[in-house]
């Protein structure tokens, strides 16, 4: 007979994750009891407040356990969870997009007062049914505790310390986004086929990445990072086992980070999806899946390095040219940053490929981790920027995503097509803006590691992705409108808010990213 | 005093396009003028205070991103020191004579000229720089004024040219970029990571790495400079682009590309660049015949003026690549007099085209009788552009020619053909336009105004004075030479390296 043992929790460690955590549940609550008309307001200040409680507490967090003094973060709930810095890092900033992911969420004045999600999603399109929801002006107003149902599955998967806690995270951050996906309040047949490709190739790679896991166990034995670790570090056989599971697991992974081959997903789903969702999900989950590949490549199987490595080359290198060449045939914007977003993944690729071990890095040096983890904070904001912008230039239809229809837009709102251009000049990585600070970090990254030629083809493609940012910016700016032309609608302060923010951390870390970058070398360190 | 330089024309310019003067374009251009001026006064107390014997002077020096070893570092040497004059001298010129031009355009005249003078601040920044990171950051953002600046005034297939100009830069400055980070690595390697120039040339790198990152960077100013086979961009934007435009992308940005290879090439990768001068040689000479000769069979003025400076510039790649004292002082004289008589070539040539409304060369003829000073100040710029004795490019024309001599008889040869050629493609254009029968088409054309006069007329004055006394510009270049060549000579003396400094 065996006795119960309680499982020890450090509840003041995993506050963060369990404020969202229980700000969802509390979320799905206010559906079921709150009043229809009163339930907008409580739901989106609901979010935004357990999103800043959570972002607040993580800086708690963070001091107590004394990262900025060399302490190097605790394994906590029974060695399930690594609370460590790129673990805090990415919290915060996890949050930080989220926050900026709410309040695009709440945005109402875009669609005249309503949500720019259905108005009764189990409404087919185009029935009695559902001109009735639009009527009556119904909203779902689930969109809040799904999204931070989402972000504590961010939270927990660049923080899983063992193989199962990371495959529950990575369910819980995909269901509520292949639902969300689905539920655009225009074109929504277009974004229910969003969801049912990415719900069903999305549970293919969830598949390979549970037979990935059940190969490690049996290779190594055990769930734990740490024992897998000392598994491959203390190797003689069973080569099979393991390559076989670290193939399938990066399937899964490279699946989430929209990697190539594992891409095809991404332009169809962030085309259908509500942009603000796309928004979302474009930074978000890169940031999660970012992470958690970090932690199982360079924890569990840093021993195995040179047995990856030669695969993440080849993938560095697909992704970056897919992601380059098939954007240059866009005609959509939706879809050209969907594209360039896997171009980004490359180049984030590329900087993961600078693994070195950790008596050749010097203090001072670049190392991978604190070059990714840069480059993951300027995409995010700039990725979010970019889709609030995406949400305001409309025409009667809805969202003008047409690259045509942005003909002329430097005429019509020169303000907004300037902030636009200086984005995708930092997409393109121009100096001063972040963007060009974060490419240069993962290139030095992967030239200490050796990777140069990689660093080589990077830097060509990165020519080849201007090419095509420079054609939106000469379509906004030398173009003449076509037909009567884009209009862009004026939102609420919330979404002028999103994109202020994301244009203003673009620059800055353009102009100043020292303080950060120092930072970041300070804390990014795995523990075991 | 570097830093307000900069500041000066940046802010000015965010002024002037930012500034509430809708409604009165002239107090736009005044005021435009009046930065430009302001800081043209700063590069004269800058010029006056600066000392003889050599040295980088005027250091400014901070900490700016401690995790990449990026310094905002200033400071200038004879070199820097005479482009940023030559940049404070041309913008107000551009300014003047491009008066009218930023009036018909795709933005205001505000934006026209707030770009050129955030141009005119990235400008000085790019030849102030004595930190790669810092460099490369000024060397970018100088593409995005450029851009907008052709794009948005000019010919009717400017946002073509535009792009072209845009993919090749960003093409040659990203192959750079993979340089600088390489040199990050090296530096890294070595100790505390550091873009300081005078830091990077004491960097002990491997033969084969020197050699990789020397190449990464020479096609970057390759391209800018332009030289043959990456130069097919400059034709297509002179054609496009306003002339003031012009005027500011081949007198002054190009020159990043010929003052990169001397700062950075050279200063850098001393053994790399001793290993790549046949090779650099070759295509040097290729560029000097090669534009010659396509010149000579353009019918668009504003294009021959383009190969004409791919000409030109492959005399100064040639005077930096020959390795001696004659050679590189001719170089660098080369670098500033190219600015003053291609700016007065581009400019009086668009007070023409303004006046005709064609740049095509076969349909004008007997201008001289109709606009005589137009015309007479068109041939001193044709001239010099030939290099004239008496006129200022002479000098460093020969200087380059004695510097081949020393190098190889052989190199020089080649070389003087492309004086020969100079010759034709500018008499014969001059013959062309300005001579022969009066024609009804070219009967309207008024001749130069006061405006335009004075804009022009000091930069031939200039041309004049420095053909008789190239003293003040050699005497300051001197020092720089003699400092560049030690550099490279340092580590491994080289044969022709001796026969230069013993003379």
Known sequence: ?528 | MLTAMILVPFIGGLVVAFAPTKKNPTLTKQLALGVSLVTLVLAIVLAVQYQTDGGTQFVEDTMWIRAFGAHYALGVDGLGLTLVVLTAILTPVVVLASWNDGDEGRWSTAAFFGFMLALEALAIGVFAATDVFLFYVFFEATLIPTYFLIGGWGGPNRARAAVKFLVFSLAGGLVMLAAVVGLYVESAKAGTPSYLVADLAKLDMGTATGRLLFVGFFIAFAIKAPMFPVHTWLPDTTEQATPGTSVLLVSILDKIGTFGMVRFCLGIFPEASRWATPVVIVLAIISILYGAVLAIGQDNISRLIGFTSVSHFGFIVLGIFVMNSQGQNGANLYMFNHGLSTAALFLVSGFLIKRHGSASIRTLGGVEKVAPVLAGFLLVAGLSSLSLPGLAPFVSELLVLVGAFVHSPWTAAFAVLGIVLAAMYILIMYQRVFTGPERPVTAGISDLGVREVVAVAPLLLLIVVLGFYPKPVLSVLNPTVKDTLAHVGVSDPTPAVAEGSGK
């Open chain 1, 1 to 528: 007979m065996t006795t119960f043992n309680a499982p020890h929790l450090e509840y003041a460690t995993l506050l963060p994750l369990l404020i969202v955590l229980g700000g969802a549940v509390v979320g799905v609550l206010v559906e079921a009891f709150v009043p229809r008309e009163r339930r907008y307001v409580v739901q989106s200040a609901l979010a935004g407040v357990v999103v800043l409680a959570a972002g607040v507490d993580t800086a708690v967090v963070t001091r107590n356990l004394g990262l900025f003094h060399d302490k190097p973060g605790k394994v906590v709930a029974e060695g399930a969870i690594a609370v460590d810095g790129p673990t805090l890092f990415i919290w915060g900033l996890v949050l930080a997009l989220s926050f900026l992911g709410v309040l695009m969420f709440a945005e109402r004045k875009l669609e005249s007062g309503v949500l720019s999600f259905a108005g009764q999603a189990a409404a087919l399109p185009g029935t009695e049914a559902e001109r009735q929801a639009s009527t009556r002006g119904l909203e779902h107003t689930e969109v809040f505790p799904l999204l931070l149902f989402a972000v504590s599955g961010m939270m927990l998967f660049p923080a899983a310390n063992d193989l199962l806690t990371l495959f529950v995270a990575l369910e819980v951050l995909s269901l509520p986004l292949y639902l969300l996906c689905g539920l655009a309040r225009r074109r929504r047949l277009l974004s229910q086929e969003a969801a049912m490709k990415y719900f069903l190739l999305g549970a293919f790679s969830s598949a390979f990445f549970v037979y990935g896991i059940a190969l490690v166990y049996g290779y190594a034995g055990s769930m734990g990072f740490a024992q897998i670790a000392n598994a491959v570090a203390g190797r003689t056989d069973g080569h099979v086992l393991l390559l076989g599971g670290m193939g399938l697991m990066a399937v899964g992974l490279l699946f989430k980070v929209s990697a190539a081959p594992f891409h095809a997903w991404t332009p169809d789903v962030y085309q259908g999806a509500p942009t603000a969702v796309t928004g979302f999900m474009a930074a978000g989950t890169k940031v999660a899946a970012f992470g958690a590949l970090l932690r199982l490549f360079y924890v569990a199987f840093g021993g195995a390095r040179w047995d990856w490595e030669p695969l993440f080359w080849a993938i560095a290198i697909l992704t970056m040219v897919v992601g380059s060449v098939l954007a240059l045939a866009q005609t959509d914007m939706k879809r050209l940053l969907a594209y360039s977003s896997i171009a980004h993944a490359g180049f984030m690729l590329t900087g993961f490929l600078g693994a070195r071990s950790l008596g050749v890095v010097k203090a001072g040096d670049i190392s991978a981790v604190q070059a990714i983890l840069f480059y993951l904070l300027t995409y995010g904001f700039m990725t979010m920027a970019a889709f609030a912008i995406v949400t305001v230039v409309r025409d009667a239809g809805g969202e003008a995503t047409g690259m045509a229809r942005w003909a002329g837009l430097g005429k019509e709102s020169p303000l907004l097509a300037g902030v636009f251009a200086f984005l995708l000049l930092a997409m393109a990585g121009i100096p001063l803006t972040s963007g060009f600070t974060g490419k240069w970090a993962v290139f030095a990254a992967a030239v200490s590691a050796g990777a140069w030629p990689v660093v080589l083809v990077a830097v060509l493609l990165s020519a080849v992705t201007a090419f095509f940012y420079v054609r939106v910016i000469v379509v906004m700016f030398f173009s003449e409108p076509v037909g009567e032309g884009p209009s862009v609608a004026v939102p609420s302060v919330l979404t002028m808010l999103v994109i202020a923010v994301g244009t203003a951390v673009t620059l800055v870390l353009g102009v100043v990213p020292g303080p950060v970058l120092d930072r970041l070398g300070d804390v990014a360190q795995f523990i075991r």
